[in-house]
């Protein structure tokens, strides 16, 4: 029998319903924001969506960039040292401002248990400084490298980056998220959220990449390629 603490892969029963938590993030903020700010974000959210911004991504069957990005603690994660010993579920979140990655982060490590037992381990990566890594991995007891890609070298090799509007920007720092200060630099780059699963010989086989950032996968997709994985002939 399998313990609560090791969920079966396939117990989906174990895995949080992402989709439903963003839904009603997204409504709270729609009651929560001045009209004016909320246009900017969600209308900003919805032309994102409407880009051509995903298709930039690095597709299935590409070859998974290596990388070896900083904890908080200052210890280098190298994702090829990861996959010595298995699959990876590489997801780049925007950072621990963002509402939807402190809904996202959570739910992936809720979901942990279940991925582990699939054989795969977790990485979440975002541009933010060290202190924002070690804001997000306290505020929420993460279980998983939190790592910073400072100036989003590593989410360039993934295809991720944009440009943020001036508006948004301007906007974010009159309700007190000043970029500068958080990414350590002015060049108002983000990552669309995107998670990415990568086999043992380093080749993604599954992603999903969300331009409209209210948008992330719901972990059952992510174990469903796990498993998938772990069924394929050695």
């Not at 051509?52 to 690095?58: N, T």
């Not at 280098?76 to 925007?94: E, H, I, K, N, S």
């Not at 809904?103 to 490590?109: D, G, H, I, N």
């Amino acid at each position: 029998m399998t313990s609560p603490q090791q969920p079966s892969p396939n117990d989906s029963r174990a895995l949080p319903d992402l989709t439903g938590q963003l839904a009603g993030r997204a409504a709270q903020l729609a009651t929560e924001l001045p009209p004016e700010v909320l246009s900017v974000f969600f209308g900003q959210a919805a032309m994102l969506g409407e880009s051509d911004l995903e298709s930039k991504v690095l597709a299935a069957g590409s070859r998974a960039p290596d990388f070896s990005l900083p904890d908080p603690q200052g210890d280098v994660v190298d994702l090829a040292a990861m996959l010595a010993r298995g699959p990876v579920v590489l997801t780049f979140y925007r950072g621990a401002w963002c509402p939807m990655c402190n809904l996202q982060l959570p739910a992936l490590r809720d979901s942990l248990p279940a991925f582990t037992a699939a054989g795969a381990s977790l990485v979440a990566v975002s541009p933010q400084l060290p202190d924002g890594s070690l804001t997000m991995a306290e505020r929420h007891a993460l279980t998983f490298p939190v790592l910073s890609d400072l100036r989003n070298v590593t989410a360039r090799q993934y295809g991720l980056v944009f440009t943020m509007s001036a508006e948004v920007v301007d906007t974010a720092r009159a309700i007190g998220v000043d970029f500068v200060a958080v990414n350590g630099n002015d060049t108002w780059e983000l990552p669309i959220p995107a998670t990415f699963v990568i086999d043992r010989q380093g080749v993604i086989r599954w992603v999903q990449a969300h331009a409209d950032w209210r948008q992330r996968p719901q972990p059952q997709a992510i174990l469903d390629a796990l498993t998938a994985l772990a069924d394929e002939p050695e």
